[in-house]
């Protein structure tokens, strides 16, 4: 008996290896790896220049060096070598490690094992392979032949008049049977050396955090984050460790008196944010970018009871996004994050339209309709929908406010057939006849209307169990990698493992701008002047569907997509509210909300930061993490301060025990009678605040201490905020703990 398990463990490794490729397709071909090109380099050092900046070869590490001609700064891909002698604790000399010197990782499916490997620039290509160097108008292309492994990646350094942008095109890679799944980019153009005083990384985790590169042993620790958060194609059975996702593509580093800002300008849905920190070996921390060429799905294949082989499928195909980062150096006074933010704001602004908005949103209130939950006749199990808030309970809601003169910005979420339950695509497209149906929500939005109410109708047009309208589980679900249905899932709270009641699919790529025309005609007589898109804003994913096209691979046109359904209703004079947005949706919002206050607290991380609200403050209208629904509403208060967001509360007007078999978090202490003195207490004293900074912009953020932190407004107003358990003294006099004070230019004329 053992020798027969034992042979059949054996055939199952062989069938479901480490990793492997999916089922064959008709995508585009791979070019074929060119061994015979012999190696190039440019005569001189010098490659382009403008009147700000030079770019120039490293022959050393065959990347480039930008210089900065006024006063003399230099990045590159590798940190810049200052051939000053270092010690070790030994008072050895230190010799540079070839990471730092490397423009590129590369990891790839190795034919010979089957298995993921890895190799670097420094070792694979200049060493031991070929550098072959074409002049470009602004700068150079570079391609590097990884002759040992069979594959050529190449590189467009591009200078501009800001900085420089570096690009793949995936279309351009050389390969041979050794596949490559993904390539990162200048690993160590942001970097700080390690222990370097007033130096920092900026890392996007939620709403931003900082590193500092202090040493902490040989390896260093770790960070690795997909950009818009993980996709959501990929099988998973645990819960994510951390519940806050990268929404914005950019990262940073400070070094003294200058910084580095990158921003991935192009195939940012297929890319990772990495961070190496505090490794001796390397003697640098560092942030950076890696791409994801080839998509990916988990796998478990079940041998027999408690006997499981898990492994990663790759797809056949890379994506054929070209894939570009732009860095831009800061200097001066900008050399910090507070720089970064205002570049970025200016990027937004010019390549995505970012504009202004008069209107301001100090108190968000998120109404759930209902949820279908389990019931049972005579024994006999059953589902039906639990009306938690219908259209009539919601207008008692929002008319307590108003006569209290807290005029909030409404979501209504969950009101279609289904409640927030993931059944019925888009919920039907219609309202639930248990909440109101369409005249309840039609009265309900007349009154908003007249009151002056923005009120928002959520639908999910991501996630499905059932099909409406024309779209179906057999024809229209996404695949994922392995070309099995792309299945989504609520995580139990308590156990952290997937529940499967909740599965459901994913609506195919290519019927996702459908969808969301369709959701326009279907509602049409509903008089709504605002739509929530929750999931639309939050959940990217990949769809393997297509065999002849890889635009769909490693989440590729995920933002496209969703810009495309955005752009579709606010032409038709919609109002947009999106909920922990990713920055494609938050740039063509009316209201963001749930937007992210903190980070995903690794370890890793020393600080948090509001980059997220120091770009979207005083643009768009920005609101807290549900205060209600926070671990401590308090802290969540706080952060609202800091960020200069407005409030949000989630409420239901009725509950029931059933509820409680909710994986979600919706109706933990969210009843509103319960809820509303809160929302009155803290409304009442964040009005003065509120007023003072009104159509203000962050200007200026601080970390004054552990627990004390400052912002600065546009027109002079700064607020300091104690997160401790001591009193604090600022330039305004003393904060109490878990307080705040405000002062400045209008406080002082008052």
Known sequence: MKKRFTAFLLCAFVLFGCTACSDGGTGAEVKAFDRETASQKPDGEAVAQNSRFTLSFDNDTCGVILTENATGNKWGTSPPDTGEIKLDEWGDPVTRHPQV?????????????????????????????????????????IEYYFDSTGFMIPVDYTLRDDGLLMTINPADIEETENVITSVSLAPFFCAAENDAENSYLMVPSGSGTLIYPKSVSQQGTNYSAQVYGEDASIEKWDMPSSEKSVRMPVYGAKTGDAAIFAVIESGAESAEINVTSGSKALGYSSVYTSFILRGYTNNIADLMPGERVKNVIYSDYMIDTPLSVGFYPLTGDSADYNGMAKLYKSYLEEQEGLQKSNEESPLNINIIGGATVSKSF??????????????????????????????????????????ISTDTLAGGFKISSKLGGTKGVNTLLDYCKENGVNAYLDYDIIRFKSGASGFSTMFDSALCASRKIAYIYDFDIATRGRDEDTRARLLARDKLVECGDTLLKKTSSVNAEGYSFNTLSSIAYSDYSGRASASTYSKSGMAEDVKKIMTAFTDSDKKIAVSDANIYAAVKASLITETPTSSSAENIFDTDIP???????????????????????????????????GLTYTVIANYDKSLLDIRTKDFYNSLFDDVYPQIKANAEELKDYYEKISGAEIVKHTVVSDSLRSTSFDNGITVYVNFGDKTEQTPFGAVEPQGFVIGGVESAQE
Request: aromatic share 6%; glycine share 12%; hydrophobic share 40%.
């Open 611 to 645: 980059f997220y609200q120091m770009v979207f403050r005083g643009i768009v209208p920005i609101a807290t993490e549900s205060v209600n629904l926070a671990a401590s509403a308090k802290n969540q208060v706080l952060k609202a301060v800091e960020g200069g967001c």
């Open 101 to 141: 010197d490397s423009v590129l990782f590369v990891e790839y499916v190795s034919a010979e094992t089957g298995n993921t490997d890895s190799v670097i620039s420094k070792t694979g290509a200049v060493k031991e392979g070929r550098i072959v160097c074409k002049n470009k108008e602004k700068g150079i292309r």
């Open 378 to 419: 005579l024994g006999i199990p059953y589902k039906s929908l639990f009306a938690a808030t219908d259209t009539k309970e919601a207008q008692v809601i929002i008319e307590k406010l108003i006569g209290d003169g807290l005029t909030p910005s409404v979501r209504l979420t969950g009101f279609g057939t289904d409640g």
